[in-house]
């Protein structure tokens, strides 16, 4: 079992930047590729970046490609997502999940398998 906590959402102007965290607890973190998704109101969770378990690759939505930034320390047992330049349509709860495939980075919720609580992400024009 892994436990993961988000925190770092909050309230901010477009064009604005935020830095969300994910505290994993439980098994070897560094045995997990790590993903982040968000779900809007009205919509289905839909995946933004997924990282490695070595942090060696990384992937992206096109939507958030260029602006936001996945990356994880081992050490710490936590993955980050850095993001920038933010627009109204990034409001979402942001969640983070743990997947035990470390061969493929899978961008599909069902292929993960710990999920976090998520944390709101509100961007005001």
């Known amino acids: 079992q892994v436990q993961l906590v988000e925190s770092g959402g909050g309230l901010v102007q477009a064009g604005g930047s935020l830095r969300l965290s994910c505290a994993a607890s439980g098994h070897t973190f560094s045995s997990y590729n790590m993903g982040w998704f968000r779900q809007a109101p009205g919509k289905e969770r839909e995946f933004v970046a997924a990282?490695?378990?070595?942090?060696?690759?990384?992937y992206y939505a096109d939507s958030v490609k260029g602006r936001f930034t996945i990356s994880r320390d081992n050490a710490k047992n936590t993955v980050y997502l850095q993001m920038n330049s933010l627009k109204p349509e990034d409001t979402a709860v942001y969640y983070c999940?743990?997947?035990?495939?470390?061969?493929?980075?899978?961008?599909?919720?069902?292929?993960?398998?710990?999920w976090g609580q998520g944390t709101q992400v509100t961007v005001s024009s």
């Open positions: 990282i490695s378990w070595s942090g060696g690759s990384t």
């Open positions: 999940a743990a997947d035990r495939d470390t061969v493929i980075i899978w961008t599909t919720t069902s292929r993960y398998d710990y």
